[in-house]
């Protein structure tokens, strides 16, 4: 039997550290759930201690899911699109507040859905997850949760305890949703921001922060308070923007099918302070960091702006959201990643929530991606669910990248037969490329300590 917390080594075809050359045939050591090393030559003092050897994998950092609702993780299927996009959020609406449910029972089929959410996302090798938090919520279900999956990956039938898992195998980052179309909620919701935000930190509860909602939900002072608070408290600010065009068409002259949705619902302090996209864009590059949901439909002004202030303001897309959507306006379809990159806009990837996606696997939409996007290399695209969505969270100490010293928070992704072979190569010259195999349509992506458990046995051979 191993102790918890054990040291051991972890041997795999591939070693990729993204912001680094991939390594071959590498070794990743873990002791107290931290890594100790990671290279080729395995230092002689750590010869000894247990060895996994995982043929046919590829060992990542941890993945980063940057745009997500966890709140509707109970849903078996997306929410059917209707007709318009106000019609799938009336439906939305009416599966968050179903009838007849007592408070208690709403708020514990909340706590279900955030947890089967995390559950879902960490078997996929995701580690952090920004989410769009609305009341009821509670800290303690995201503790509970993590604590549990933590305790569910430490133990194996076979060997008994392991150390094989970090203390915090997943952390989510709550973005309370402000909006002021309804006054109350939004009283409600920040003063609930208040509470939350001076809470102890937890480690497996990331820096809490703002979700102004959306244009049509939210006034523009609601925005440029959420921008100034998170330049006070160093708060990330995250609003979905510029997603469809019947938000296009509301907030430029209230036509549509958004008017009969919101009409009856309206406040007047909300009204008086209606924002135009460019103004929200403009508010948001105030913020300490800002991440546009989306963002279909921003002009080239809005885009150029963005780009300018690529250090602290980017766009997330979730590409299998996006292809639910259908956009069918301005050659839409497609979204223009590539020609937006090469303007310089930072760009993320989310999954949204399962009201629009069939899963939370974010690997998924990193494959999506690729499927879609031939100009885009497949580094870039690992980069923006790892190294670079790190440092733009400013929590690069602690994930995106296998350096020592860091939680040994990792993603394993099952290679497709062919590319453990010799003809895959770092480089791509006259070979496969590794990142591109990554990225191939059967790879599969699970948190290392999950495939540890399941496919191997330690061996000191
Ligand atoms: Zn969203």
Same mark, same amino acid.
């Given at each position: ?15 990729? &550290?993204?912001?680094?050359? &991939? ?30 050897? #995982? ?27 209707? /007709? ?20 208690? @029972? ?57 150390? #094989? ?7 989510? =980052?709550?973005?309370?949703?402000? #909006?002021?179309?309804? &006054? ?16 102890? %930190? ?28 998170? @330049?006070? %408290? ?17 907030? @430029? ?6 008017? %009969?949705?919101?009409?009856?619902? /309206?406040? =007047? ?6 924002? @135009? ?102 580094? =870039? /695209? /690992? ?45 791509? %010259? ?8 990554? #990225? ?22």
């Amino acid at each position: 039997m191993i102790s918890p917390q054990a040291s051991f080594v972890v041997q795999a075809d591939w070693i990729v &550290p993204v912001d680094s050359g &991939p390594v071959q045939n590498g070794s990743v050591v873990v002791d107290n759930g931290i890594i100790q090393f990671v290279g080729t030559q395995l230092p002689s003092k750590f010869h000894s201690i247990s060895r996994f050897k #995982l043929a046919g994998f590829a060992i990542l950092p941890g993945l980063i899911n940057s745009h997500c609702h966890l709140e509707f993780s109970d849903l078996q299927a997306p929410i059917p699109l209707g /007709i318009s996009f106000p019609e799938w959020i009336r439906n939305l609406l009416a599966h968050r507040n179903a009838k007849n449910i007592e408070p208690e @029972q709403l708020a514990m089929n909340r706590r279900d859905a955030i947890t089967m959410g995390i559950q879902e996302s960490y078997r996929a090798g995701v580690r952090w997850v920004v989410d769009m938090t609305t009341l009821p919520w509670s800290s303690t279900w995201i503790t509970d949760s993590v604590n549990s999956l933590a305790k569910e990956a430490a133990y194996d039938p076979v060997v008994g305890e392991v150390g #094989l898992v970090p203390r915090v195998p997943i952390c989510i =980052q709550p973005c309370i949703e402000l #909006l002021d179309i309804a &006054p109350q909620r939004f009283e409600l919701a920040m003063s609930f921001a208040d509470k939350q935000g001076s809470a102890p %930190e937890s480690e497996s509860i990331g820096r809490m922060g703002y979700a102004p909602h959306a244009p049509y939900t939210t006034s523009r002072n609601v925005t440029k308070r959420s921008a100034e608070l998170s @330049q006070a %408290e160093d708060r990330l600010v995250t609003m979905h923007l510029a997603e469809s065009m019947e938000e296009m068409d509301w907030i @430029q002259d209230r036509q549509g099918p958004f008017s %009969e949705l919101l009409g009856r619902i /309206i406040s =007047q302090d909300y009204f008086g302070g209606l924002g @135009q996209i460019s103004e929200h864009v403009q508010l948001l590059t105030n913020a300490w960091r800002a991440m546009i949901a989306h963002g279909n439909y921003l002009s080239t002004i809005d885009l150029n702006k963005l780009a300018s202030h690529s250090a602290n303001c980017a766009i997330v897309h979730c590409p299998r959201t996006h292809q639910f959507f259908g956009h069918r306006y301005l050659d839409m379809a497609q979204y223009p990643l590539a020609e937006r990159i090469a303007i310089g806009v930072k760009h993320f990837l989310g999954t949204d929530s399962r009201a629009s996606n069939p899963d939370l696997n974010l690997w998924n939409e990193a494959k999506q991606v690729r499927r879609d996007h031939s100009k885009i290399s497949s580094l =870039q /695209i /690992i980069k923006m669910i790892t190294t670079e969505a790190a440092e733009f969270l400013c929590i690069q100490d602690r994930y995106g990248s296998l350096i020592e010293g860091q939680p040994a928070t990792l993603t394993a992704i099952e290679l497709p037969k062919f590319a453990s072979s010799t003809s895959t190569s770092a480089c791509g %010259e006259n070979q496969v490329d590794l990142y591109d195999q990554l #990225l191939a349509s059967d790879s599969v992506s699970s948190p290392l300590e999950l495939v540890l458990l399941s496919k191997n046995r330690p061996s000191n051979t």
